[in-house]
C-alpha cells in the first residue's frame, strides 16, 4: 500500500514530483507519466508530521535498513506502529513469548533480569529483533525510564514486506545477517581477543544506495 501523504511529507517541494515518477516507473509503471504537485503550507509541523519524520530519520540510522531507498523506507513506515509510553512501562518481561521488534526514537529503557540491571537503551537503539525470526522466549525485561516513543515492528508485517519486493528483502535479509555477525564478533572478541585482531573491518553488501540511485 502507497501513502502517499507519507511520501510527500519527505520530499523537497523541487523535487517531489521528480520522486514520484522515479517511483512510479520502478513500481512498473508506463511511459508518459506525469505528476504535478501543489503544497499548501501554514508554516506549522503537525504532531502526525513530527512523528512521520522522526521515525524516517530513526529508521534511516538503522544497520537494519541501511541500504534501503526512501521508497522502501516510506514501505517500512507503513507498518510501523507508535507507541507512546509514560514512566515504568514494561514493555517485555523476560520468559514471555514475543514477536515485536522495538526501536527506540526517544527516551531511555532499562534491560533487567528482576531488579538486576543488564542495559540502557537510548534513542536510535533497538531490541527484540530476534523475535521477527524464532520463536524462543523473552531473554529479559525492557522498562521504560521515563516517558518514551518506541516503534513496533510486528513479525507478520516484517514478513509480509519480504514478500512485497524481492530486492527489498534480499537487502533487509542481509542486514539483519550482517547485525547478527557484529553481535557475535563483539561476543567473540570479549573472550578471545587476540583471536579477532587481524580481522579486517566493515562488511561487504550487494547493495548500496548510490547503486539504486544511479539505477533510477
Known amino acids: ?40 503550507r ?3 509541523e503537525t504532531e502526525q508530521t513530527q512523528r512521520i519524520r522522526l521515525t524516517l530519520d530513526t529508521l534511516r540510522n538503522l544497520p537494519l535498513f541501511h541500504y534501503l531507498t526512501f521508497g522502501e523506507l516510506l514501505k517500512v513506515i507503513n507498518v510501523c506502529r507508535t507507541m507512546l509510553i509514560g514512566p515504568g512501562t514494561s514493555v517485555v518481561s523476560g520468559g514471555d513469548g514475543g514477536d515485536d521488534f522495538f526501536i527506540i526514537v526517544d527516551g531511555v529503557l532499562r534491560v533487567h533480569a528482576g531488579e538486576h540491571e543488564l542495559a540502557r537503551l537510548e534513542k536510535g537503539n533497538h531490541f527484540g529483533e530476534m523475535s521477527l525470526i524464532d520463536n524462543r522466549p ?7 525510564e521515563g516517558a518514551a ?19 527489498m528483502a534480499v537487502k533487509l535479509l542481509w542486514n539483519f545477517i550482517q547485525t547478527l ?6 561476543q567473540n572478541e570479549e573472550k578471545n581477543p587476540v583471536a ?21
Open 42 to 44: 501554514d508554516g506549522q
Open 149 to 167: 516513543h518506541l516503534i513496533r515492528i510486528t513479525r507478520a508485517d516484517f514478513y509480509e514486506l519480504l514478500r512485497q519486493d524481492s530486492v
Open 181 to 186: 555477525s557484529s553481535v557475535i564478533r563483539m
Open 138 to 144: 523473552r531473554s529479559a525485561s525492557v522498562t521504560s
Open 196 to 216: 579477532t585482531q587481524s580481522r579486517p573491518d566493515g562488511f561487504a553488501h550487494p547493495y548500496s544506495r548510490e547503486d539504486d540511485d544511479e539505477k533510477q
Open 1 to 40: 500500500n502507497f501513502d502517499l501523504h507519507t511520501f510527500l511529507t519527505h520530499s523537497e517541494p523541487g523535487s517531489a514530483a521528480d520522486d514520484l515518477v522515479d517511483f512510479a516507473n520502478k513500481q512498473g509503471g508506463l511511459d508518459n507519466i506525469s505528476v504535478v504537485v501543489a503544497y499548501a
